[in-house]
């Protein structure tokens, strides 16, 4: 019996790592479902923010990467003829797109499907966290535009949409109105190596390694780490940042907070970390650290938390009532306080007293959907759009 093909859009992917929870995501999906689905993935040939071609891979062929077919699209001019060509030319019984608001790889080859450039197939759209208010807002009026002309064109009409928990759901009906039709489907989290495992740095009172895992961005809320960080904290605290900038005055801005910081408190920039690198990058640090604006997942803090790294995180993501569990901190983002006052926590506890919050942080993330429970809502989320009756009408 032939597998539903399932072409899949998307600005990054494998061997790129720069763009973070997305790749992730996508090339977990695929390994797990390779065998019910027959996954083609059309993507740029370079990585976040990399103006040169990914060594050793071929633009604008279709290649094979870890058993995937994979087309590369290079850029410069006639990027989106070529880009339009590949879409073109893969008979697809399904699209799949991971953005809402890529020009190139959603808004794109969704007006190659209203003008008929493209077979009108059934439609998933992931939006990945790009409907949560505080992703929402950066460059809001240039979003809003964007809805709504695609309103205009009915582009996302027909759509089904994937929301990884529930406040995602309720983050894509605010944003695209109450008729769309929402399926619930988590991400897949990377599977740890057991064979690499680092033990973990021990805890002295009075000492605190800090880690940012994550783009160097606003909606990450770098800058509000680093200001939050600019207190009078008993003991010394320092404080890395693994990830690349988002944008050039946003990393200008974070670089002078950085240097604004009080002696016994010290912050660095790692720049981005391959995924390979991660386990070992996480045994070094004591807790995570994300006052993040906004998150669907959360890719490093499920990693922090399996690794045994309890996650200071802001109230905006999936992980909640991390405290119950000696896991972490979940807080509001206006409550500067709330944040400095658990720094100041982790800082005084001993080897003997983290080690039950390192310990709680695994248990948290071992409580968790398992994987085969999200494997199945993803194999439930593409059978869905395959057999609605959308579908059905498109296919008659």
């Not at 071929?58 to 339009?84: K, P």
């Not at 907070?257 to 640090?285: H, M, T």
């Amino acid at each position: 019996m032939k597998r539903p093909t399932i072409l899949t859009c998307c600005d990054y992917y494998l061997p790129g790592y720069k763009a973070g929870g997305p790749i992730v995501t996508l090339s977990n999906l695929t390994a797990s479902l390779s065998a019910e689905f027959d996954f083609k993935i059309i993507t740029r040939d370079r990585d976040l923010k990399e103006r040169t071609p990914y060594t050793g891979i071929s633009s604008d062929v279709w290649t094979t990467r870890e058993g995937v077919d994979v087309f590369y699209v290079s850029g410069g001019n006639g990027a989106s003829r070529r880009l339009a060509r590949a879409i073109r030319d893969v008979d697809h019984d399904l699209l799949y797109l991971n953005s809402l608001f890529s020009p190139r790889f959603s808004a794109f080859p969704l007006l190659l499907r209203r003008l008929g450039w493209i077979p009108k197939r059934p439609v998933v759209v992931a939006p990945r966290g790009e409907c949560a208010a505080g992703a929402f807002a950066l460059k809001s009026t240039r979003k809003r535009g964007y809805l709504a002309a695609s309103q205009l064109l009915s582009l996302h009409q027909d759509v089904l949409w994937q929301a990884v928990c529930p406040h995602e759901r309720d983050d894509i009906v605010r944003q695209m109105g109450p008729q769309a039709q929402v399926a619930m489907a988590a991400n897949l989290a990377r599977v740890a190596d057991r064979s690499t495992t680092v033990a973990p740095c021990r805890k002295q009172a009075g000492q605190l390694k800090l880690l940012c895992l994550g783009r160097v961005s606003a909606v990450k809320n770098t800058a509000g780490a680093l200001r939050m960080l600019n207190h009078a904290f008993r003991g010394a605290v320092q404080f890395d940042i693994a990830g690349p900038p988002d944008d050039d005055a946003y990393w200008q801005a974070c670089h002078a907070l950085a240097r604004q910081l009080p002696d016994n408190v010290s912050a660095r920039f790692l720049g981005p970390v391959p995924a390979s690198d991660i386990p070992a990058l996480l045994a070094g640090y004591h807790v995570l650290f994300s006052p993040t604006t906004g998150e669907n997942f959360g890719h490093a803090i499920v990693e922090g938390l399996a690794a045994g790294c309890p996650a200071l995180i802001s109230d905006r993501t999936p992980w909640r009532n991390l405290a119950a569990g000696q896991a972490g901190w979940d807080l509001p983002l206006d409550e500067c306080g709330q944040f400095q006052s658990a720094i100041q926590e982790a800082l005084e506890m001993d080897q003997e007293h983290f080690a039950a919050w390192r310990a709680g942080a695994r248990a948290f993330a071992r409580s968790h959907a398992s994987r085969e429970q999200v494997i199945e809502q993803n194999r439930q989320l593409f059978h869905r759009a395959l057999e609605s009756p959308t579908t059905r009408r498109l296919a008659a």
